[in-house]
């Protein structure tokens, strides 16, 4: 169980990471070799989107169906 919640961890801050990576890349390279950090960048903000998106999905289903079920237990 410990093992697992370590696992969370470590990949929540995965996408953060990535992103802060490529942008030290940017900062420290010069010319040309600046496109190699863009992949970097675009995958991370994609996952913290996606992320971001999936959560706020799930929130909004988790409320919708503890409404319903206060509807139904009122008389």
Same mark, same amino acid.
């Given at each position: 169980?410990?093992?697992?919640? =370590?696992?969370?961890? =470590?990949?929540?801050?995965? &996408?953060?990471?990535?992103?802060?990576?490529?942008?030290? =890349?940017?900062?420290?390279?010069?010319?040309?070799?600046?496109?190699?950090?863009?992949?970097?960048?675009?995958?991370?903000?994609?996952?913290?989107?996606?992320?971001?998106? &999936?959560?706020?999905?799930?929130?909004?289903? *988790? *409320?919708?169906?503890?409404?319903?079920?206060?509807?139904?237990?009122?008389?």
């Amino acid at each position: 169980m410990k093992q697992r919640q =370590v696992l969370q961890g =470590v990949l929540a801050l995965s &996408s953060p990471l990535l992103i802060g990576l490529a942008l030290v =890349v940017l900062l420290q390279r010069q010319g040309t070799d600046r496109v190699q950090a863009i992949p970097a960048l675009l995958i991370g903000s994609g996952l913290l989107v996606t992320s971001t998106l &999936s959560w706020r999905r799930r929130r909004r289903k *988790l *409320l919708a169906a503890l409404r319903h079920d206060e509807a139904h237990e009122q008389p």
